[in-house]
């Protein structure tokens, strides 16, 4: 079975632009959890959908959005990008609440 | 505020030994706990979970123990190899919060050869 997949694994942008990234889970989960992941904060939750529902959401700006489609695929986007928001962004999926969260590998995100 | 963390941030042990990553936690709602392991370049790597009505359980040359009491989580990996080095992240999972996981601030295992 394939794992999670995030795509694309590299990005640079340059502040003010905005940013989509997206996160194909496990064939059969409908849990999609983002995280955002720097030397200085460490992994922090960003927003968790499950059927399309956002569920949970940390604490980060509003900048920070997400969407879940019906298929489970899930897309995270930041907008008017500051340098502060390069890091490593995690997409975890889930069959559903309180089970086993896989990650994908990431999208590094640089802001120049 | 309540957070997981990590006692040391670095441990180095000997190929074939066996290693031991503590984690505290400090929210006594906390029911969930899981091991994950994070080589450079890949995202966190499932390990081990327990759950809270038990107090240990193995896998494949892992144990993991929680410690309800004083709110202590250790991962013992037996006879470690070069491929066990990694960084080591605790993380905890509320009943009440989803699957939202918060996640300590990681040890970095260094296995000698």
């Known amino acids: 079975k394939a794992g999670v997949t995030q795509t694309p694994r590299y990005l640079i942008k340059t502040r003010g632009q905005q940013v989509t990234l997206s996160c194909s889970p496990i064939?059969?989960?409908?849990?999609v959890s983002w995280y955002q992941q720097t030397p200085g904060q460490g992994l922090q939750f960003l927003f968790e959908y499950f059927s399309e529902t956002q569920r949970n959401k940390g604490n980060f700006p509003g900048r920070f959005s997400g969407r879940q489609f019906s298929n489970s695929r899930s897309e995270m986007n930041v907008s008017t990008l500051e340098l502060g928001d390069s890091a490593l962004y995690l997409c975890?999926?889930?069959?559903?609440?309180?089970?086993?969260?896989?990650f994908g590998p990431g999208t590094r995100l640089t802001v120049l | 505020g309540e957070s997981v963390g990590l006692h040391l941030p670095t441990l180095s042990v000997q190929e074939g030994d066996n290693s031991i990553i503590n984690c505290a936690y400090s929210n006594s709602a906390s029911d969930y706990f899981i091991w994950y392991k994070q080589e450079s370049g890949k995202g966190p790597q499932f390990i081990i979970d327990?759950?809270?009505?038990?107090d240990k359980r193995q896998g494949q040359r892992v144990t993991v123990l929680l410690n309800k009491t004083v709110k202590h989580l250790s991962l013992q990996i037996a006879a470690t190899q070069p491929g066990d080095s990694a960084v080591y992240f605790c993380a905890e999972n509320r009943d009440n919060a989803g699957n939202m996981l918060t996640f300590g601030g990681g040890t970095r295992l260094m296995v000698k050869p």
């Open positions: 975890a999926s889930s069959l559903g609440t309180g089970d086993t969260q896989y």
């Open positions: 327990i759950r809270s009505n038990m």
């Open positions: 064939s059969g989960h409908r849990s």
